[in-house]
């Protein structure tokens, strides 16, 4: 049985979820302390995880997946989903409080086919050892449509002032309930948002189509500067404010 809590960031790409990913870890070993261990899986094809949380990796998932896929071609009888359960621990980022795994881009343009394979495997064999797992997931719905997310404890859909972005946040709702995946809470939260007006507007928009907001994170001029300098999102300080909204998130979860 799995140990710990299972979270994925959805939604639009653009919205901010990798920001929030990274700082969804600063904040929980914030609040549990430093006897948590976290597993993070960065499943976005552009892999901007790590630059978020500070630190490098060598290999990702789909380069264990090819070299192995060269391997059958020599030995039609390896066992490709053993000897890849194997070597998944040979590409671990180790960091003191929690660990970082990177899926890298699908072998062939617009495919997540086998990527979405390789993440389900991860969830059958690794969040169990872990007390909470984050799962960075890729703009498209792939992840979800092909039952990528199953066994999600908290799914946090990421919402901003675009329509295009609810439209995302609906049909995710619509492919969860369609194909029963296991979603205990579906938390929408909407990010980069200007203070004053903007705020109303996107919880007036949003309510329209009957999707309730939990969580409002202001726009942060912080992590764009942060970004152009090549500055760990992890890094901001403790009352910039999407760190503020984002501990608020995490307060819920937990």
Not at 59 to 81: F, N, P, W, Y
Not at 219 to 229: A, M, R, S, T, V
């Amino acid at each position: 049985m799995r140990k710990g809590k299972v979270i994925s960031v959805s939604g639009k790409g653009g919205t901010g979820k990798t920001a929030i990913s990274a700082l969804l870890i600063r904040e929980i070993l914030n609040l549990a302390g430093q006897g948590v261990c976290i597993l993070a899986i960065d499943a976005d094809a552009d892999s901007n995880l790590p630059d978020a949380l500070g630190i490098s990796y060598d290999k990702t998932a789909g380069d264990i997946r090819e070299s192995l896929l060269d391997e059958k071609h020599q030995d039609v009888a390896l066992d490709v989903r053993s000897q890849f359960e194997g070597k998944i621990a040979e590409i671990i980022e180790e960091e003191e409080y929690y660990d970082l795994l990177v899926m890298g881009r699908p072998e062939g343009p617009g495919c997540y086919c086998p990527v979405n394979h390789m993440i389900r495997l991860i969830l059958d064999t690794l969040t169990k050892n872990y007390d909470y797992t984050i799962i960075d997931c890729e703009a498209g719905l792939e992840h979800l449509s092909r039952r990528t997310t199953r066994d999600v404890d908290v799914m946090l859909v990421v919402l901003d002032t675009t329509l295009r972005s609810i439209k995302t946040a609906l049909r995710l709702r619509k492919i969860a309930e369609e194909i029963d995946v296991d979603v205990k809470k579906l938390i929408n939260i909407a990010n980069k948002i200007p203070e004053g007006e903007a705020e109303e507007m996107i919880i007036a928009e949003a309510k329209k189509y009957d999707l309730d907001i939990e969580e409002i994170i202001p726009f942060d001029p912080l992590i764009p500067e942060y970004d152009i300098k090549g500055m760990p999102i992890v890094d901001l300080p403790d009352d910039a404010p999407s760190v503020v909204s984002v501990r608020r998130v995490v307060e819920r979860i937990m």
